[in-house]
């Protein structure tokens, strides 16, 4: 599971990266083709829904209470 979750943080990096650089005019996923963006925008869509379902299982900060 541990390598799950690491190709799914990965695929949300290049997911924000993606947005920010969009933000200014500059989309690097839309350069790699058609279908290959497409495949990457999928695979960055499912990884935030796994991130969002199991993310407090895995993340040791969000287990520990505030002080």
Do not use: P, R
């Given at each position: ?19 920010g650089l969009s ?22 869509g499912l990884s ?20």
């Amino acid at each position: 599971m541990k390598g799950l979750h690491m190709l799914t943080w990965i695929l949300l990096i290049v997911g924000g990266l993606n947005w920010g650089l969009s933000a200014l005019g500059w989309n690097v996923v839309d350069k790699l083709g058609s279908e290959l963006s497409t495949v990457i925008y999928i695979l960055v869509g499912l990884s935030a829904l796994y991130e969002l379902f199991t993310h407090k299982n895995s993340c040791k900060m969000c287990g520990q209470t505030m002080s």
